[in-house]
Nanobody
Framework: QVQLVESGGGLVQAGGSLRLSCAAS????????MGWFRQAPGKERELVAA???????DYRDSVKGRFIISRDNAKNTMYLQMNSLKPEDTAIYYCAAKYGRTSYAPREYIYWGQGTQVTVSS
């Protein structure tokens, strides 16, 4: 069982930065593949970035070069550094965990946080 708690969301102007954190409970955090998802009103939940237990990363095209995903297994925490934010990045951001490889499919992730709101004003 893993419990995930996101923090770090907020309101920022376009071009600004935010750093999201996902704190995990449990002693097996390092064995999970982790992902950051987002969901805007009226849209489907989509993967933003993912990181394997070994630290390999993957990003959706729209955030490549702007967002950086990382994890600190000693602190049971995952991060998402978001730079050059755009109004279209506005959404609720969720962290999620799964066994095995990372995936773009939300249904494959078994543990979810409650989400944190990110709002980017133009």
């Amino acid at each position: 069982q893993v419990q995930l708690v996101e923090s770090g969301g907020g309101l920022v102007q376009a071009g600004g930065s935010l750093r999201l954190s996902c704190a995990a409970s449990g002693r097996t955090f390092s064995s999970y593949a982790m992902g950051w998802f987002r969901q805007a009103p009226g849209k489907e939940r989509e993967l933003v970035a993912a990181i394997t237990s070994g630290g390999s990363t993957d990003y959706r095209d729209s955030v490549k070069g702007r967002f950086i995903i990382s994890r600190d297994n000693a602190k049971n925490t995952m991060y998402l550094q978001m730079n050059s934010l755009k109004p279209e990045d506005t959404a609720i951001y969720y962290c999620a965990a799964k066994y095995g490889r990372t995936s773009y499919a939300p249904r494959e992730y078994i543990y979810w946080g409650q989400g944190t709101q990110v709002t980017v004003s133009s």
